[in-house]
């Protein structure tokens, strides 16, 4: 009788480690199933998060942020600190920082604000608010900005960013000062 018991208990310590190896193998390749194991009405906290986001197995951009709150019922994360690198297709890097920030977890789509500085090559953009959106790979904002670099001084009310064709458009009293152009 007792032995029966112990190796009812023994198997059922088994079947459970197997259960939780298999959770954990489906989360590690999965991440966001992890979330999805959380009940509905579910927030949860942490710290320094490194988020990776590729398609067609090609790296896009990479998130990183001083803490994030995820509300599992609204599909986002609060950011705080928040800095995002996006990967051209020739290489270059797009460097966007902010001190806060939302990420939609169900589109992927982002916006950062306070005092936001993005660093493309040589040039400096800095604005207030820009939103990313991931069907369209872009970024934008309706905030003013102010674009340096280069001998090129940029200022307008609002731009878009275009990652797939890297096309810049700055629309709404739109002033432009050139230094150091040469022929």
């Given at each position: 009788m007792v032995k029966m018991v112990l190796c009812c208990m023994v198997s059922l310590m088994v079947a459970m480690l197997g259960f939780g190896l298999f959770k954990f193998h489906r989360v590690k390749k999965d991440p966001d199933a992890a979330t999805?194991?959380?009940?509905?009405n579910t927030d949860i906290s942490l710290n320094q998060i490194h988020q990776i986001s590729t398609r067609?197995?090609?790296?896009?951009?990479?998130?990183?942020?001083d803490s994030v709150r995820f509300q599992k019922k609204e599909n986002r994360?609060?950011?705080?600190?928040?800095a995002v690198t996006f990967f051209l297709k020739d290489g270059a890097t797009v460097y966007v920082t902010g001190k806060e920030g939302v990420f939609l977890t169900d589109t992927k789509d982002m916006e950062i604000w306070g005092d936001v500085v993005v660093r493309y090559g040589q040039?400096?953009?800095r604005t207030e608010k820009l939103t990313y959106g991931d069907?369209?790979?872009?970024?934008?904002?309706?905030?003013?900005?102010?674009?340096?670099?280069e001998g090129v001084f940029l200022s307008g009310?609002?731009?878009?960013?275009?990652?797939?064709d890297e096309q810049v458009i700055v629309g709404g009293?739109?002033?432009t000062k050139v230094t150091d152009f040469v022929l």
């Open positions: 999805a194991l959380l009940p509905e067609d197995g090609i790296k896009e951009w990479s998130l990183d942020a994360s609060v950011l705080r600190n928040v040039y400096t953009l069907k369209t790979r872009s970024v934008h904002t309706e905030t003013p900005i102010l674009l340096e670099g009310n609002n731009m878009t960013f275009s990652f797939a009293g739109v002033e």
